[in-house]
């Protein structure tokens, strides 16, 4: 069992079994962008409790089978269990990073970064840097992940197109005040 499926049976076991198992079943049947829609929409009807953490993870799933765009509404009326967790879903309410500096910023030139995932310990954030496209939207998919310092200012990791897992995981390792 890799780690992606591992995460997706720990999630579908915030569901009643029945929905629970539809959702594995998605995963076994590579339908992950149906066992997502099925994942929200069952925490959402039962209104589970789910950590900030859980949120992100979601998320993360999301953007990893293409649903991010459309599964973030949903994934931000998930209800809070009031923990306080290390890290915090900021999707659309942190707006856009105009520039960041150091070793890979030479490869986001001309890219928009968009705050995504912040570690409420240490302040780094994790973000997608999607090109503008010529109608003025940005892409739909990432060119890259990237963490960056708490003032948003300089990269400290980048990642490419296909590793939002790999930052997430990095964001959520790399804290230096974990317990």
């Given at each position: 069992?890799?780690?992606?499926?591992?995460?997706?049976?720990?999630?579908?076991?915030?569901?009643?079994?029945?929905?629970?198992?539809?959702?594995?079943?998605?995963?076994?049947?590579?339908?992950?962008?149906?066992?997502?829609?099925?994942?929200?929409?069952?925490?959402?009807?039962?209104?589970?409790?789910?950590?900030?953490?859980?949120?992100?993870?979601?998320s993360?799933?999301?953007?990893?089978?293409?649903?991010?765009?459309?599964?973030?509404?949903?994934?931000l009326?998930?209800?809070d269990?009031?923990?306080?967790?290390?890290?915090?879903?900021?999707?659309?309410?942190?707006?856009?990073?105009?520039?960041?500096?150091?070793?890979?910023?030479?490869?986001?030139?001309?890219?928009?970064?968009?705050?995504?995932?912040?570690?409420?310990?240490?302040?780094?954030?994790?973000?997608?840097?999607?090109?503008?496209?010529?109608?003025?939207?940005?892409?739909?998919?990432?060119?890259?992940?990237?963490?960056?310092?708490?003032?948003?200012?300089?990269?400290?990791?980048?990642?490419?197109?296909?590793?939002?897992?790999?930052?997430?995981?990095?964001?959520?390792?790399?804290?230096?005040?974990?317990?």
């Amino acid at each position: 069992m890799t780690d992606d499926a591992a995460i997706w049976n720990r999630l579908a076991a915030l569901l009643p079994t029945a929905e629970g198992q539809e959702v594995k079943d998605c995963w076994d049947i590579g339908e992950q962008e149906a066992g997502l829609g099925l994942l929200v929409s069952g925490i959402l009807g039962h209104q589970v409790a789910i950590s900030e953490t859980v949120r992100a993870q979601i998320s993360v799933l999301a953007e990893t089978w293409g649903e991010r765009e459309i599964l973030t509404p949903r994934i931000l009326q998930c209800r809070d269990d009031g923990t306080s967790g290390r890290l915090k879903l900021i999707e659309g309410g942190e707006g856009i990073v105009p520039e960041v500096t150091g070793e890979a910023g030479q490869d986001l030139v001309d890219l928009v970064l968009v705050p995504w995932i912040a570690c409420t310990r240490c302040d780094q954030v994790l973000m997608r840097a999607h090109a503008r496209e010529s109608w003025g939207e940005l892409s739909y998919l990432a060119r890259h992940y990237i963490i960056t310092t708490p003032s948003r200012a300089t990269v400290l990791r980048l990642f490419p197109a296909d590793s939002a897992s790999a930052a997430f995981d990095d964001l959520q390792r790399a804290c230096s005040h974990a317990p």
